[in-house]
């Protein structure tokens, strides 16, 4: 791929980019890179910064022709668990650390 293309790439890429998520920036990289051809992961992911596997995944999602519309960034139950789940003590310590008459 030629600088031109990349810098196009990364112009769109900046313009778009704080309206993005996971999901659509991934499905945006893809659709860029298979635009583009042979290649095109490659110059998608030097002029984005984004990995070459999420820029493969979101070319796979294209790929698989199912329904691309709204739903979950996520799976069910993906990300951080709350603290006060993962250590049930958590809440009492923090209380036992607060004076009673500092409370407001």
Same mark, same amino acid.
């Given at each position: 791929?030629?600088?031109?293309?990349?810098?196009? !790439?990364?112009?769109?890429?900046?313009? @778009?980019? =704080?309206?993005?998520?996971?999901? #659509? +920036? $991934?499905l945006?990289?893809?659709?860029?890179?298979?635009?583009?051809?042979?290649?095109?992961?490659?110059?998608?992911?030097?002029?984005?910064?984004?990995?070459?596997?999420? !820029?493969?995944?979101?070319?796979?999602? @294209?790929? =698989?022709?199912?329904?691309?519309? #709204? +739903? $979950?960034?996520?799976?069910?139950g993906?990300?951080?668990?709350a603290?006060?789940i993962?250590?049930?003590?958590?809440?009492?310590?923090?209380?036992?650390?607060?004076?009673?008459?500092?409370?407001?």
């Amino acid at each position: 791929m030629d600088r031109a293309f990349e810098r196009m !790439i990364c112009t769109k890429y900046r313009s @778009l980019s =704080s309206a993005f998520d996971e999901r #659509p +920036r $991934r499905l945006w990289a893809g659709a860029e890179a298979r635009a583009a051809g042979r290649g095109g992961v490659a110059a998608v992911a030097r002029a984005t910064g984004l990995a070459h596997t999420t !820029i493969r995944r979101g070319v796979q999602e @294209l790929a =698989s022709g199912r329904k691309i519309g #709204p +739903r $979950r960034t996520r799976k069910p139950g993906g990300g951080r668990k709350a603290l006060t789940i993962l250590d049930t003590d958590l809440v009492k310590a923090m209380e036992l650390l607060v004076e009673p008459a500092t409370r407001g």
